[in-house]
T-cell receptor, first 118, second 113 residues
Framework: AQSVTQPDIHITVSEGASLELRCNYSYGATPYLFWYVQSPGQGLQLLLKYFSGDTLVQGIKGFEAEFKRSQSSFNLRKPSVHWSDAAEYFCAVGAYGGGGGSNYKLTFGKGTLLTVNP | DTGVSQDPRHKITKRGQNVTFRCDPISEHNRLYWYRQTLGQGPEFLTYFQNEAQLEKSRLLSDRFSAERPKGSFSTLEIQRTEQGDSAMYLC???????????FGAGTRLSVL
């Protein structure tokens, strides 16, 4: 079964500083990988996704992530953080399970809470 | 396309009562998923539908939980005889087929007193 580890529960950065959020996954095949962001009391908004091809993917709001198969990682980066980026960030792996191969679901990490200092 | 909508946004109930949540997916999406998110955790898969067929249920979905998707459009999630441990955010997502992006609603936050 697939799993996702986000080692950092809480990260604090200053506005304008660079950001890297870590994500490690476990899955037997090439995974579909996602980063979602959740503001307080809200649902999840997709930041970016990796399905195949170029291992550096660009997303919305200036975020990017790099898929490294050798490290089973999909870290999220942003060169300059804005106060509005404060939120919780979730890494997820999408994978097919049993049931004839059509059972597909997302498995999420526990999230990283980002605080941005002025 | 108004996105995935969930109703109600918040529900407060007493232990032992039944509650029902509704999810309206993006109109052309044939897959609909339910997830549960507790405090400090990421969303956890509960169940999903392909059109009107419920194809997989997590072990998290006890006998007190039932989900339906009549006519393959909106879905309902019912919890009978609620317990305090059911307090969580219940998220609905929809997608156009498996392996495609899942779009999430804002969720229904359930508090069981």
């Amino acid at each position: 079964a697939q799993s996702v580890t986000q080692p950092d529960i809480h990260i604090t950065v200053s506005e304008g500083a660079s950001l890297e959020l870590r994500c490690n996954y476990s899955y037997g095949a090439t995974p579909y990988l996602f980063w979602y962001v959740q503001s307080p009391g809200q649902g999840l908004q997709l930041l970016l996704k990796y399905f195949s091809g170029d291992t550096l993917v660009q997303g919305i709001k200036g975020f990017e992530a790099e898929f490294k198969r050798s490290q089973s990682s999909f870290n999220l980066r942003k060169p300059s953080v804005h106060w509005s980026d404060a939120a919780e960030y979730f890494c997820a792996v999408g994978a097919y399970g049993g049931g004839g191969g059509s059972n597909y679901k997302l498995t999420f990490g526990k999230g990283t809470l980002l605080t941005v200092n002025p | 396309d108004t996105g995935v909508s969930q109703d109600p946004r918040h529900k407060i109930t007493k232990r032992g009562q039944n509650v029902t949540f509704r999810c309206d997916p993006i109109s052309e999406h044939n897959r609909l998923y339910w997830y549960r998110q507790t405090l400090g955790q990421g969303p956890e898969f509960l169940t999903y539908f392909q059109n009107e067929a419920q194809l997989e249920k997590s072990r998290l979905l006890s006998d007190r939980f039932s989900a339906e998707r009549p006519k393959g459009s909106f879905s309902t999630l019912e919890i009978q005889r609620t317990e305090q441990g059911d307090s969580a955010m219940y998220l609905c997502a929809s997608s156009l087929g498996p392996g495609n992006i899942q779009y999430f609603g804002a969720g229904t936050r359930l508090s069981v007193l």
